[in-house]
């Protein structure tokens, strides 16, 4: 027989899960999603003819460690562990950021018939003997906040080598690297110095490729 003090244990078992329930769900911070800003430079250096025009393609292959092929916002404050944020995230994977900022600004240069995205081999780098076009090769190792003390910067670094049409090997390889500071922790201010950083490695290629290209023709 279902007594009084059943229904009444039962109501408080109830009453405690749903509160919980609303603790947990209170207490979960949402999701925040941030993307970059490339500034104007870039952009002014292509419409100024920083690169002579050319008839080739040119395509995009880029590699990245395992954690940077992943949206999620990294961090260090050592050079022997990374972390991730669980609630803060790229509106897209580090290196699939990088690679479309370089499509798109180097579109807009009409430096090449067509400027594309290439999907890597995941051997370091492509080399394709029977490509048509120019290849730039990208190699991200950092994009993510560094910690220091009391200062924070925003680092980039990546290596990049530029192949000739139905090249074997590259005939030009770099790396660049910024380490930006940055106002505070905040990602926002992460996303603000990536971005200025994103922006001066794309007019460093850019350069190198004029210079390429022009040899070419």
Not at 2 to 19: D, E, G, H, P, Y
Not at 75 to 103: G, H, N, T
Not at 108 to 121: D, G, L
């Amino acid at each position: 027989m279902i007594t009084k003090n059943f229904f009444t244990r039962t109501l408080i078992w109830v009453t405690a899960v749903t509160l919980i329930l609303i603790g947990c769900s209170m207490s979960i911070p949402p999701t925040l999603i941030y993307n970059l800003y490339i500034p104007s430079k870039s952009e002014t250096k292509v419409n100024n003819g920083a690169i002579t025009p050319a008839s080739q393609s040119l395509s995009i292959a880029i590699e990245s460690p395992n954690y940077l092929s992943q949206p999620y916002i990294a961090y260090r404050d050592s050079q022997y562990k990374v972390e991730s944020s669980k609630y803060a995230r790229w509106d897209f994977a580090p290196d699939k950021l990088i690679s479309e900022a370089f499509r798109y600004i180097l579109s807009k240069s009409k430096a090449f018939e067509n400027v594309r995205q290439t999907i890597s081999n995941h051997s370091r780098y492509i080399s394709d003997k029977d490509s048509e076009g120019f290849l730039l090769n990208i190699y991200l190792k950092r994009f993510e906040r560094v910690d220091e003390g009391i200062l924070s910067y925003a680092e980039l670094d990546f290596d990049y080598d530029i192949t000739l049409p139905k090249g074997l090997k590259p005939i030009y390889s770099a790396t660049f690297y910024r380490k930006n500071k940055i106002a505070d922790r905040s990602y926002l201010e992460l996303a603000k110095g990536l971005s200025s950083a994103i922006d001066e490695g794309i007019q460093e290629v850019q350069e190198k490729l004029s210079k390429v290209v022009k040899e070419v023709n």
